[in-house]
Structure formats: structure tokens, C-alpha cells
């Protein structure tokens, strides 16, 4: 088998790369014993070389300590580790903690920032937060107000803060940053209430803003070269960001950038995804509403795009394509290619070329997706790229205050926002999905700023005649076919952590921590913590040995009903009734757990 180095391990030797990206974030995420950025590498590969604990005793894992983050709601993300210090955040609202991992985990200095908890009812799917970056002494944090806060390491003092949005206008945050260079890529939520989806690029050094990119608009701000900037291969013209909306729309138009960001130093790209257009009503909005749902490729220092890949066109469903772009070298059709993998809420798993942007694979990672029968991979076909939609599956052509039943995948996707991961010596992706079908009735909605503005009634359930909600896969990015497949009960909303000792590890919604081989899918550990596991699994190492941590509090979108306590069955857009047994399983909590080996 092929070993092909990845992520910050392979940036680290090619000495000619430091220049072109963040210095200090290469020096933390090429020291394993830490974990400096939400994402563990550029690469989005959520891969360690950690070997200490390994496929033969990892069964003898056992809790080392635990810290109560004081917050309930759902937990999302992970703690960072610099050094003898970890850093752990919460949801709203969004207290950081430093912890003194030499002193029992004494708290160092603690960051609790004052905020109007009127931005709690426009932020969409629970108040979640996906964690904290490091870059050149400073953490940053990026608020549900969108406040943008750098903290010194140290001292846990505001270094600087810039406001991103606005959340009077529906904007409000809920993902993590991504230093990159000297800037701070930072992105926008509120597709559910009207926003126009952005990327800022913020100086890490003072917090003022370098460049801004909208989702769509004028070219102008879309940050596009309409003769340089290509989809497909072709270039994308004047105007693309207008002239596939009616009348202004656009303006109202969603693509919020609420996802995970990955970083090609060599090529010096930024990756990222955007999301659903505004409303869920496909039929107040004709046209594919470029660029909602697309694959972005951007130059780190001018915003300006190279390359887009629109994946759901006209979206009807709900499939925001915010989801990770997980960077490798791999082998395709007998060529090396520098690749990105990218698994969206529509059901399809791709891989493109990520210098080109070409499409080299579209295949489904969930059997049970039912509304299109594949994408056309035709260069020549004047659908090339398109999924080819099922009629009867179509929210639009059924149209307004119709029930359209039996949606495979409901609206929060194949795969929602838990973060894949991969490993470059079985050259797999592991990646935790959603199993899910839906109703849904879309309905004519105004738009009012900072009011919802959605347009759909949902509900969500099984697929017919199955009862798990959930599956964790093993998935070939090359071939796209799944290689092995672990049902789970409910949607695994954990992200997966691959490790050097051929161990994957992933959270489920119950609070199970489980670690299984990572060559078979075999079952090798498991524990249940205090809530359900809607956090992403990391690893450490301090004083010689190898921990691993993750928080659980039940929450985020699938736990919506536990989280916040919703009981309509159509609450939460839908996802109340899907996961109502969830409350038979677990409770809500705020807790860090963080295992060991016994000494």
C-alpha cells in the first residue's frame, strides 16, 4: 500500500512553503502532542501521528480526568492544546477557559463575554459554537454575536475585536476561524434568515478587515475574475452572481459560510463551502442561485476566486454544502493529483482536482438517497456536473403547500457539519452520517431583517423500513464506494478522529465515545459520558503519554429538542419529532471527558 504524507506533516518538509501560510500554525499542528487548530491540519485531515495508544489496547482506555464547562446546550467542536495548556470553550455564551495541564488542569484564566441573549432566538439549529484557533500567541474566538475576539495566550486579555455582522439582520456565528498567513478567515451564519453569505479575511496582527467575498452579487463582491475564475473548467462570465436570480433577490439571497475552512499553502487557496439559498420555498427564488451551494477555491491574500463547483443548483432541499474540504495527494486513474474530498448534506461524496476544480468523483455514501438518480459526469453533456433531479421528489414542481413525502436525505443531509477524517495509511475517510428521510411542504414567506425566513414545514424519520438514524462509514475517495458501514441508532453528529495506532474514533448522540479498527470497522472500546456527543473527538500528548478528549452536551441540530426544550414534533425544522427518543437515552450536560491509557 501507498503512504503519502498529509496535511501539516507534509507541509512541514517542504521548507519553500512556510513563507506562503501562518508559521506558527505550521510549528502547532507539526508537533503531534498538540492540537493548535479545530481541524488538527490545513488539510482538514483530523489525523494524528500519535501511536501510543493503538488498535491493541486501546480497549484498556479509561477516563483520566473531566472538566464541567458550566454551560448546558450543545457542545460542538473541541478543546485546543498549546503546549502545557488546553483550551476549552463553550456554547453561548462562548466562555473560554485555559487550563494548566501540569497543575491538575487549574484554571489559568477564564474569557466570558458579555452578550445579548436577544441573539439566541436567531441562531438557527441551538446555540452551538465550533471552537477556538491559535495563531502567533493569540487565540480567537469568534462569537454567536459575531464579535471576533483575538486573546492573548497567556493572559486571556482582548488583545483586539472587530464586529463580522449583525445579528439585528438575522447574522449570528456559530463556527470556528482559520488563521491563515497574517489574516483570520472568518464566515457568516444566517441562511435561515435572509442573510447574504460572506468570507472576511481579518489582520490577525490588529483585527482590521483585508478582503471580503460574498456569495453572490456583483462581481465586484463576489471576488471573481469573470474571464480567470472557472466552474467546470469554463470560465464563469460577467455577472454570474446575478443573472441566475430574479430581479433582487440576491440580496436576500443566504450562502452562509457557516462550515469548516482547509488551506493549500503550496497553492495558496482557501476552501470552503456555502449554503442553502434563501427561502426553503424553491419557488420564490427561479434559477440555480449561483453561488449558494458551491465548492469555493479563493487566493489567500486577494479573496480572488479561482475556481467554483456549484453542487446542488436551484437547491429545493435544503442541502447546504458548508460541510469540510479534506485535502490529499491520491492517486487517480493511475496520475497523482493533489485532490479535495468534500462529503455534502445532498448524499454525494466528491473528489475534485483542487488546482482545476475538475470533477473526478460523484458517488452517494448513503444508499437510501432517493431524490436524484446521479450526477452527470459527462464534460461533453450540457448537464455536466448537475444532478439529474427525481420529479417526484421535487419541492418546486409539486409546488407550494404540497407535502412532498419521503425525501431521502431530510434537510440536515447525508452528513451535516461533523467533520470527517482521514488517514493516510489506509487511504480511507471515515466520516459520520446522517440516515434520514423527510417531508416537506414548502409555503410562500415575506422576507422582514432579522425575522426567520424560511418557507418549509418539516418532518423527519428513517428511511422506510429501518429503524437506525445513523451510520459511520469507511469510504474510498478515489472509487467512491463505501467499505464498510457501522449502523448507529441515531445520526452520529460526532466528528471522527483517525490516528496513527489504526484506531478511529467518533461520539454518538446516546454519549458513547467509541473507538473502532480502523482497517475492519471493528468495535474496540466504548464508554458513555455524562450527555450525547455532538463534539469532535482530538488527541493529545502531555508528560510522555497520549490522551483523548471530547466533549458531550447534547444539542446542535439533531438534539434541538433536548437542548432547547422543543416538544412540536415540526419544531426545530423538523427535527423534533425525527429524534423525540433521543430523551429516553440521555440528558443535557457540559462536560470534557478526556481518556488515557492506566499508568
Not at 486579555?157 to 463556527?175: C, F
Request: with cysteine.
Amino acid at each position: 500500500m501507498k503512504r503519502f504524507l498529509t496535511g501539516a506533516a507534509l507541509l512541514l518538509l517542504s521548507g519553500s512553503l512556510t513563507a506562503s501560510a501562518n508559521e506558527s500554525v505550521l510549528e502547532a499542528t507539526g508537533n503531534p502532542a498538540q492540537w493548535a487548530i479545530q481541524t488538527g491540519d490545513y488539510a482538514n485531515t483530523r489525523y494524528s501521528q500519535l501511536d501510543q495508544i493503538n488498535a491493541g489496547n486501546v480497549g484498556d482506555m479509561q477516563v483520566a480526568w473531566t472538566f464541567s464547562t458550566g454551560v448546558l446546550r450543545g457542545h460542538e467542536g473541541s478543546p485546543l492544546v498549546i503546549g502545557d495548556v488546553m483550551y476549552v470553550h463553550s456554547p453561548f455564551p462562548n466562555i473560554v477557559y485555559a487550563l494548566d495541564l501540569n497543575n491538575d488542569g487549574k484554571i489559568l484564566w477564564k474569557y466570558e463575554p458579555k452578550q445579548d441573549p436577544n441573539v439566541i432566538p436567531v441562531m438557527c439549529c441551538d446555540t452551538v459554537n465550533r471552537g477556538l484557533a491559535y495563531a502567533d500567541g493569540k487565540i480567537f474566538l469568534h462569537q454567536a454575536d459575531t464579535t471576533v475576539v483575538a486573546l492573548d495566550a497567556n493572559s486571556g486579555e482582548v488583545v483586539w475585536s472587530v464586529k463580522n455582522g449583525d445579528p439585528s439582520k438575522g447574522e449570528t456565528n456559530t463556527a470556528t476561524v482559520m488563521p491563515v498567513k497574517d489574516k483570520l478567515i472568518v464566515g457568516i451564519s444566517g441562511g435561515e434568515f435572509g442573510v447574504r453569505g460572506s468570507v472576511t479575511a481579518y489582520s490577525i496582527a490588529d483585527g482590521s478587515r483585508i478582503w471580503r467575498a460574498y456569495s453572490m452579487g456583483p462581481d465586484e463582491d463576489i471576488l471573481v475574475d469573470p474571464e480567470k475564475t472557472t466552474h467546470l473548467g469554463k470560465p464563469i462570465g460577467t455577472d454570474s452572481g446575478l443573472n441566475t436570480w430574479e430581479g433582487d433577490q440576491w440580496k436576500i439571497g443566504g450562502g452562509a459560510t457557516w462550515g469548516w475552512y482547509s488551506y493549500d499553502p503550496e497553492l495558496n487557496l482557501i476552501y470552503y463551502g456555502s449554503g442553502n439559498p434563501s427561502t426553503w420555498n424553491p419557488g420564490q427564488r427561479p434559477g440555480d442561485n449561483r453561488w449558494s451551494m458551491t465548492i469555493m477555491a479563493r487566493d489567500a491574500d486577494t479573496g480572488i476566486a479561482k475556481w467554483f463547483y456549484q453542487m446542488t443548483p436551484h437547491d429545493q432541499w435544503d442541502y447546504d454544502g458548508i460541510n469540510e474540504m479534506i485535502l490529499t495527494d491520491q492517486e487517480i486513474g493511475g496520475e497523482m493529483r493533489k485532490v479535495l474530498t468534500h462529503f455534502d448534506r445532498n448524499g454525494f461524496g466528491y473528489t475534485l482536482d483542487r488546482v482545476t476544480g475538475e470533477l473526478l468523483v460523484a458517488e452517494l455514501f448513503d444508499p437510501a438517497v432517493n431524490w436524484t438518480t446521479g450526477v452527470d459526469m459527462d464534460p461533453n453533456s450540457d448537464t455536466y456536473g448537475r444532478p439529474a433531479v427525481v420529479p417526484a421528489m421535487s419541492t418546486e414542481t409539486n409546488g407550494e403547500d404540497v407535502n412532498s413525502v419521503g425525501i431521502c436525505p431530510a434537510a440536515l443531509g447525508s452528513k451535516d457539519q461533523q467533520p470527517a477524517a482521514y488517514s493516510p495509511k489506509t487511504e480511507l475517510f471515515y466520516v459520520p452520517t446522517n440516515h434520514v428521510c423527510m417531508d416537506y411542504e414548502p409555503f410562500h414567506v415575506a422576507y422582514t431583517a432579522g425575522q426567520p425566513y424560511v418557507g418549509a414545514t418539516l418532518s423527519m424519520y428513517p428511511p422506510e423500513g429501518e429503524t437506525n438514524m445513523g451510520n459511520f462509514i469507511a469510504w474510498d475517495g478515489k472509487t467512491g464506494t463505501i467499505k464498510w458501514s457501522l449502523p448507529e441508532q441515531f445520526s452520529v453528529w460526532s466528528g471522527a478522529l483517525a490516528t496513527a495506532g489504526d484506531v478511529v474514533f467518533y461520539g454518538t448522540l446516546e454519549g458513547y465515545l467509541k473507538a473502532v479498527d480502523a482497517n475492519t470497522g471493528e468495535e474496540l472500546y466504548k464508554f458513555k459520558t455524562p450527555s450525547g456527543i455532538i463534539g469532535n473527538v482530538m488527541t493529545f500528548e502531555h508528560g510522555g503519554k497520549q490522551y483523548v478528549a471530547v466533549y458531550s452536551g447534547v444539542g446542535g441540530w439533531a438534539g434541538i429538542g433536548l437542548a432547547a426544550g422543543l416538544t412540536n414534533s415540526t419544531d426545530g425544522l423538523g427535527a423534533v419529532g425525527g429524534y423525540a427518543a433521543l430523551s429516553n437515552y440521555t440528558a443535557l450536560g457540559g462536560t470534557l471527558t478526556v481518556f488515557g491509557l492506566p499508568n
